[in-house]
T-cell receptor, first 118, second 111 residues
Framework: GAVVSQHPSWVICKSGTSVKIECRSL??????MFWYRQFPKQSLMLMATSNEGSKATYEQGVEKDKFLINHASLTLSTLTVTSAHPEDSSFYIC??????????????FGDGTRLSIL | DAKTTQPPSMDCAEGRAANLPCNHS???????VYWYRQIHSQGPQYIIH???NNETNEMASLIITEDRKSSTLILPHATLRDTAVYYCIVRVANTGNQFYFGTGTSLTVIP
């Protein structure tokens, strides 16, 4: 079945650095991917919709200059957390669905990236 | 999107059926009900979805009431590996297809 892969699965870095997270669709071409953030003991919060070849659509309250999204190919979307600080530490998850599958078919989620900022 | 209400936590004895309820009283006619689960530190895993008929697959059964205002996910023989947070989501099936997650139910399967 369709698979979504994220890399890296865990990253630790110093405050002030930028971190890039990759989301790939492995056996289908995803024109749209989604990025979520999850804090401990909380639910997933949708951050943005990544659109291939165009600008991402951000949810209200999500800083687009802080969380840069690039969807340059049909199988890869990247989320860059710029000038990361400890409060950006979280679990970041991407998802996508096969656009050729029936429209009611569900999204597939990556295994997430745990970001820890020291 | 319609909102869902789920109990925050439930326990279930290993080997017994786990019945997880979800209330979606404001669901509209073209919204599907999706169930996902999330095991600690992993991405959500798709379980099952339905529109108005009951559905069954190798993982679970989904029972949707006739008025579609609520549904129940049934894990017929719960195992310890079913311990997870279960999310019920209602969504119009369209090309946008964003999923907005509620708080979910934390299911603990007890030996």
């Amino acid at each position: 079945g369709a698979v979504v892969s994220q890399h890296p699965s865990w990253v630790i870095c110093k405050s002030g650095t930028s971190v890039k997270i990759e989301c790939r669709s492995l056996d289908f071409q995803a024109t749209t991917m989604f990025w979520y953030r999850q804090f401990p003991k909380q639910s997933l919060m949708l951050m943005a919709t990544s659109n291939e070849g165009s600008k991402a659509t951000y949810e209200q309250g999500v800083e687009k200059d802080k969380f840069l999204i690039n969807h340059a190919s049909l199988t890869l979307s990247t989320l860059t957390v710029t000038s990361a600080h400890p409060e950006d530490s979280s679990f970041y998850i991407c998802s996508a669905r096969d656009p050729l599958a029936p429209i009611y078919q569900p999204q597939h989620f990556g295994d997430g990236t745990r970001l820890s900022i020291l | 999107d319609a909102k869902t209400t789920q109990p925050p936590s439930m326990d279930c004895a290993e080997g017994r059926a786990a019945n997880l309820p979800c209330n979606h009283s404001t669901i509209s006619g073209n919204e599907y009900v999706y169930w996902y689960r999330q095991i600690h530190s992993q991405g959500p895993q798709y379980i099952i979805h339905g529109l108005k008929n009951n559905e069954t697959n190798e993982m679970a059964s989904l029972i949707i009431t006739e008025d579609r205002k609520s549904s129940t996910l049934i894990l017929p023989h719960a195992t310890l590996r079913d311990t997870a947070v279960y999310y019920c989501i209602v969504r119009v099936a369209n090309t946008g297809n964003q999923f907005y997650f509620g708080t979910g139910t934390s299911l603990t399967v007890i030996p």
